[in-house]
């Protein structure tokens, strides 16, 4: 415990270091930054939703003051393949048999199946050091299609399932034993003492009625979960409250804009409106270039650029031309400021320590996040009083 306690430690230190002097042209303060365990790495799965799920139960269990916990990513995504197979089958084909999903479906596993420490199941029964899904996934599809033309899932489907979940993951265990302690994984899930219930996911768009439970229509959304939807600046109070009290937030959102920096530890939503009247150090020369060589320029991040100011209407637009689209869940774990008061979300990445100098955290600008979030998983308890009531939570 002390040996985990001081590589924390040692990595807080080192992310405090270098995101104080971060992308080139912005240097950050803090304004809160809460308790998060060492990024890990996805590699080549596209698991982000397990990952920052896993980070978000991680950090609840920091604050709750039950210790720091490495918990498996990969017990759930193996749930999760067999999930979705099945209502693929029930779809004729017609289902969602991708890598991708979303928060909710992983504290849904959580609550039904249980949970196993990472050191108990790595997911990983395959020749590599890290993850890497694309032959499994070829074989989950390749099973999936058989028994629909098959019009059936014979016990032997079951078991060519089982047995190829078993050979690139491992065989989950029945028992297993956790610091001296014998556990399943529902009493392991158990003993962490964290209520599934407690998270909800929350959006914000239009087309759906506010202050009610709608399903969004991403393409991660295959199970056709739920959300509560509250207007934009609702949205934004609720991660505000939940950082600003000792909580950490579970994002979903587009990262596929080139604002969005993970080698330069940044995510900015520049307003192209503003460009040809952006008052800099050396607005002549920049007001000469080229449409194209002006975003060249914003994008080397050596200047603060001015940001759009997102409205319900635009974010809605922009989701309704498909600008903004679901790819990548990350866990938000602070606030910061740059040196001309703009407000940031310190960002816990799932892409490994290496991809930047900052340790896999950015920080994305609030105009980036309310433009381009989905949704959120939040504890109950982190959501504002009065936005609360509203929801009837």
Known sequence: MKTHFRKTTLLVLSLLISISIYAQGYQFNDVVRNAATPVKNQANSGTCWSYATAAFLESELLRTGKGEYDLSEIFVVRQNYADRMKDNYLRRGD???GQGSLAHMFTKIVKKHGIVPQEVYSGINYNSPVNNHKEVNRFVKAISEAAIELKQQSEEYFELQNALFDIYFGKVPDKFIYKGKEYSPVSFAKELGLDMDDYVEITSFNHIPFYEKSTIEVPDNWDHGQFYNIPLDEFIQVIDFALMNGYTVCWDGDVSERGFSHTNGVAINP???????????????????SVEDKYTEIFKFETIFPEVEVTQEIRQSD???????????????????????????????????????????????????????????????????????????
Not at 271 to 289: Q, S
Not at 340 to 346: F, L, Q, R, S
Not at 356 to 377: C, D, H, T, W
């Open 95 to 97: 289902g969602n048999l």
């Open 271 to 289: 307003d192209t409106k503003e460009l040809p009247t952006f008052i800099g150090e050396d607005r002549a020369r920049f007001e000469k270039l």
């Open 319 to 393: 989701y309704e031309n498909f600008s903004t689209t679901d790819d990548h869940l990350m866990l938000l774990t602070g606030i910061v400021k740059d040196q001309k008061g703009n407000k940031y979300y310190i960002t816990k990445n799932s892409w490994g320590t290496d991809r930047n100098k900052f340790g896999g955290y950015l920080n994305m600008s609030e105009s980036f996040v309310r433009a381009k979030s989905i949704s959120v998983m939040v504890h109950k308890e982190s959501i504002p009083l009065s936005i609360k009531n509203k929801l009837g939570l």
